[in-house]
């Protein structure tokens, strides 16, 4: 796969343009205030963007940020300007003509910033161990529509784990499939190429995940896919796709399932462009000033990550109240009365 990858993002597509997807974020979805630093990266950088959607969590400046498969450098350049001149990001490729193209315009940037804190590293997304980076290193990783195009997508995620800090994140947007693809999708080079053919069944992908030392993923977005090239989309048979963005934190704690402790966090309305609420995932959507009960998987997210300052925190674990109500799992035992005492038996 890494030769069909490699051809494809390196020689065959020139241009945004040239995808036969409608994977790459449409400008006007862009929150307000990313816009601007959008406009102050190099247009050849941002011809050459390939991502599915937008990989900025709040609160990173001052951050080291690790970029799994940043071609030719747009979310490098992005993050570069939010972590600011105390902090770090290092972008990972495999494709030399990408990375060719981010390398060439790093002293425009280094002089539109102010500095520079960027660097770039030619290699394998599925081989972090040999890059020589530090084991517990990294704030925040990063990646954009990269992980489905890994051919080994389980050492992805235990590298990156190896990588993060405690309490650090992984955040990315990648494209998942409704069921597991077919072979004449997962082997087609073009549907490789175009995201499609290595897109995991979304249940799949949760169990790999929580298997690599990531429990509790956090669904922040998703929409639909368009293949819009109809000879592509007939190869695709019945199989829907959808881009994603999710969440995984490093936490040792986290149980498998939203356990009630009786907690509470109010938001302190304090993280920049999120004045009236914070959004942690896409079922948490916390009001400033607000009691807003949560599970204890919920409560380690926001006490032990670096957004711990700016939340209030009621409760502690001292008490455990079963299953946190309407967190999808519910009690598998009947529910029914009680027999009475002269019911007949019906157990073994």
């Known amino acids: ?10 020689r065959q597509l020139k241009s945004t ?5 409608d994977a790459c974020c449409d400008s006007s979805a862009v929150p ?3 816009k601007p630093l959008l406009a102050a990266i190099h247009p050849e950088v941002l011809s050459r963007y390939y991502g599915c959607g937008l990989v900025c969590p709040p609160l990173l400046e001052g951050c080291r940020v690790l970029d799994l498969g940043c071609g030719s450098g747009r979310d490098v350049y992005l993050l570069s300007q939010l ?3 105390s902090g770090e990001v290092v972008g990972v490729d495999m494709t030399d003509e990408q990375l060719k193209v981010a390398e060439q315009h790093r002293d425009y940037h280094a002089d539109k910033f102010g500095y520079d804190n960027v660097t770039f590293l030619h290699g394998y997304i599925e081989r972090l161990e040999e890059l020589g980076l530090q084991a517990g290193s990294f704030d925040v990783i990063v990646s954009n529509c990269v992980v489905n195009l890994s051919t080994d997508k389980g050492a992805v995620l235990r590298g990156l784990h190896r990588l993060l800090k405690e309490g650090g994140e992984f955040y990315f947007s990648d494209v998942y499939a409704d069921r597991r693809v077919p072979d004449t999708v997962r082997t087609d080079p073009e549907l490789i190429g175009e995201c499609l053919g290595g897109a995991l069944y979304w249940n799949d992908f949760l169990e790999l995940a929580h298997s690599n030392g ?3 993923s956090r669904l922040v977005e998703s929409r639909p896919l368009e293949v819009t090239n109809p000879i592509l989309s007939a190869r695709c048979g019945r199989v829907h796709f959808y881009s994603a963005t999710y969440r995984l934190f490093k936490l040792a704690g986290l149980e498998r399932d939203c356990e009630d402790y009786d907690q509470a966090v109010v938001y302190k309305g304090s993280i920049p462009d999120q004045p009236n609420a914070f959004n942690l995932d896409g079922h948490h959507r916390i009001e400033t000033g607000r009691v807003f009960p949560v599970c204890g998987n919920t409560w380690k997210m926001l006490a032990e990550t670096r957004m711990a300052p700016h939340f209030d925190f009621i409760g502690d674990f001292s008490q455990h109240y079963g ?3 309407g967190c999808g799992r519910e009690i598998p035992f009947s529910q029914g009365a009680n027999l009475s005492s002269n019911a007949e038996s019906s157990c073994c």
């Open 17 to 21: 343009s040239d995808l036969q997807t």
């Open 1 to 10: 796969m890494h030769d069909i990858v490699q051809d494809y993002y390196g």
């Open 83 to 85: 972590v600011g001149p």
């Open 32 to 34: 307000i205030w990313l």
């Open 323 to 325: 299953l946190f109500p």
């Open 214 to 216: 990531f429990r509790d």
